[in-house]
């Protein structure tokens, strides 16, 4: 497959810097709140539990929503309002934490309603990025946007412990704020053309179409399923890591921190040499890495339970972030390529319920496999789980893409080309 390098629209440079803007602010201060929670309240377990459910329910409730939001609205709105919305969440517990009156109640809501915009944000980017650039360029935009999100990760958890340690708690808030007050002003002057006059529909006739259209097409439904099955897989073995690494491969902390770094790497290199892989490969090819990544990944920490060793579950997260980010630039530019502008947003939160809707299905899994069969049990069924994905997309219509041209012909020919 042939790969197009071409200067990027001004306007998708100025979304996609916003969107680095807000990826930034969001990680900071997803890692300031357990800190506040922990520091300024002493948190238990349970109640940083909580809190990280706060962060991930809205996923779930509101995805589909939103989506038919950024199909109905003019998508520069909502994307504004998204990021004012977690900017003026984070503007609050900055109040709050100086004027001490914060409380645990409090910072959960807070962490919800921030949540809110995130998923917003989340869905409507999908849907603006091909408003914004040539179909040649998807791939391009969507390493670019990749990069940005891989660099948030390594950085961004790391930033907010620093503050947090050197100038308190509500240091990370603050820069959260900033970061988040600079991606508006760059969205204010965005230019986004307007969606289709379509007729405005039922809502549910708008979502049983989408849904419809994300079945019936073997390409979409090929990336839906696998990303439920890889988030299943990735969460069993997310909910056992740390005990397993600590009790088992007599992991320091620090150990710990550098293999849950080590995706974020990943995710920095697999963005990196994405365009030369995509030069060699086939579209489907590039996408085959992805659950190639995870079962090699699943592999290398399963390894562990005959050779325990910290290197193998380094290995194992570089590979779960080197893997996914390639599937990531490739399956969303597809998806883009593939859907109708007009439907971009709905069928965008059907893969985010897919992604955020498997998370809990995995740790509840990995509850009751450990119960009985252990951390043990627990590595041995992800493995299995990561191996049937990768069969699976080995023998689908997507493994078979050559081009993004030839993804988009799935609209008149499901069966692929």
């Given amino acids: 497959m042939s790969s197009v390098t071409s200067k990027l629209p001004r306007s998708f440079v100025r979304v996609g810097w916003s969107g680095v803007l807000v990826q930034f602010a969001e990680q900071v201060s997803l890692a ?4 506040v929670a922990v520091l300024v309240f002493s948190a238990s377990p349970a109640q940083t539990a909580v809190l990280q459910v706060a ?9 589909i ?12 709105t909502v994307l504004i309002v998204s990021e004012s919305l ?34 917003a944000f989340s869905v409507a980017m999908p849907a603006v990025v091909p408003q914004l650039v040539d179909r040649d360029q998807l791939i391009q935009a969507n390493r670019w946007v990749e990069l940005g999100r891989s660099a948030a990760l390594i950085a961004g958890p790391a930033s907010a412990g620093m503050l947090a340690s050197w100038l308190g708690a509500s240091s990370a808030f603050v820069v959260a704020t900033t970061l988040c007050v600079l991606g508006i002003l760059l969205l204010l002057r965005l230019d986004i053309p307007p969606q289709s006059g379509a007729p405005r529909r039922p809502i549910l006739r708008d979502l049983r179409e989408a849904a419809r259209f994300g079945w019936s097409t073997p390409v979409l439904r ?7 099955g890889f988030n299943i897989g990735w969460f069993i073995i997310q ?9 088992i491969l007599l992991m320091t902390p620090v150990h710990v921190g550098y293999a849950l770094a080590a995706s974020g790497v990943g995710m920095a290199v697999g963005a990196a040499v994405s365009p030369a892989i995509t030069r060699r490969l086939s579209l ?29 579950a380094m290995l194992s997260y570089f590979l779960f972030g080197f893997g996914p980010v390639i599937w990531a630039i490739t399956t969303t530019s597809i998806r883009q390529a593939i859907t109708p502008v007009e439907m971009l947003g709905r069928v965008s939160s059907l893969l985010v319920v897919a992604t955020y809707g498997a998370r809990p299905v995995g740790a509840a899994l990995a509850a009751l496999v450990s119960v009985f069969w252990g951390t043990t049990g627990c590595l041995l069924l992800a493995t299995a789980l990561f191996a049937a994905q990768l069969l699976y997309v080995a023998l689908s219509p997507l493994a078979k893409l050559r081009s993004l041209q030839g993804a988009a012909a799935t609209n008149a020919d499901p069966s692929g080309g």
């Fill in 65 to 76: 929503p939103v989506g038919l939001l950024v199909d109905r609205l003019n998508r520069r």
């Fill in 239 to 247: 909910a056992i890591f740390v005990v397993y690494a600590v009790d």
């Fill in 55 to 63: 962060h991930t329910l809205p996923f779930l409730l509101f995805a």
């Fill in 86 to 119: 977690r900017a003026v969440t984070l503007a609050l517990a900055i109040v709050l934490l100086v004027t001490e009156v914060l409380t645990f109640s409090q910072l959960v809501l807070i962490g919800f309603l921030g949540a809110v915009g995130t998923v």
């Fill in 284 to 312: 489907g090819g590039a996408a085959l890495l992805g659950p190639l990544g995870g079962f090699g990944a699943a592999l290398a920490l399963a390894a562990t339970l005959v050779a325990p060793t910290s290197v193998l």
């Fill in 32 to 35: 300031a709140a357990p800190l």
């Fill in 222 to 228: 090929t990336i839906i399923l696998t990303s439920f």
